[in-house]
């Protein structure tokens, strides 16, 4: 499903950094909009409607559907990457958007490395509607059970045949 990210731009005060920028919205079934489009500007910050991108829900992912549809809010994360100038050429924003995800574990895995922005959003009632039916569609997997060994009788191979390593009573030439 498409959803368009709302992403804020913030006037810092620090020697190291001009501006501070952070994901705070994702809009359901959005107009049809280019790319960082200014939507509102309060004192020292901007909001732009960074992009639209598709929100992909996969079955295997359902278990950590469920996880953040349990929690108080379910949210979707948004990541933000830097772009690469040497690529991208004059492009005069800094970061393009990655992913929208309802996987917290999708997050986690992004967090991990520290190279993208990753921030959570409120989940709108129009796509938490779409991922709870999604859930409901796909029932929880079987569970993983580790199947036991069948018993082996020792004592009934134990006769049946004489060892390879055992003495015999031949005699060599």
């Known amino acids: 499903m498409p959803v368009g990210v709302v992403v804020e731009r913030r006037k810092l005060d620090n020697p190291w950094a001009d501006w501070a ?3 705070v919205d994702v809009l359901p079934d959005p107009p049809a909009m ?7 500007v309060e004192g020292n910050a901007t909001h732009y409607h960074a992009a639209t991108v598709e929100l ?6 359902v278990e950590a559907y469920r996880v953040n549809l349990a929690g108080e809010a379910p949210l979707l994360w948004v990541v933000l990457q830097e772009v690469d100038y040497s690529e991208s050429g004059a492009d005069e924003w800094p970061y393009k958007v990655h992913l929208v995800t309802a996987s917290p574990y999708d997050a ?3 967090l991990d490395s520290g190279d993208e922005i990753v921030e959570a959003v409120a989940m709108p009632e129009a796509i938490l509607a779409r991922v709870v039916a999604f859930v409901k569609a796909h029932p ?4 993983f059970k580790k ?7 020792i004592e009934e191979l134990k006769f049946s045949k004489q060892p390879i390593f055992a ?3 031949r005699i060599v030439d």
């Not at 280019?34 to 509102?40: A, D, F, Q, S, Y």
């Not at 992909?56 to 992912?61: A, D, G, V």
């Not at 929880?140 to 569970?143: A, D, I, L, T």
């Not at 199947?147 to 009788?153: E, F, G, P, Q, T």
Request: proline content about 6%; overall charge positive.
């Open 140 to 143: 929880e997997e079987e569970v």
């Open 108 to 110: 986690q895995d992004l």
């Open 167 to 169: 003495r015999t009573d």
């Open 147 to 153: 199947r036991k060994r069948d018993r082996l009788d």
């Open 21 to 23: 920028w952070k994901p």
């Open 56 to 61: 992909n829900l996969h079955r295997k992912l």
């Open 34 to 40: 280019e790319p960082w489009r200014v939507l509102k």
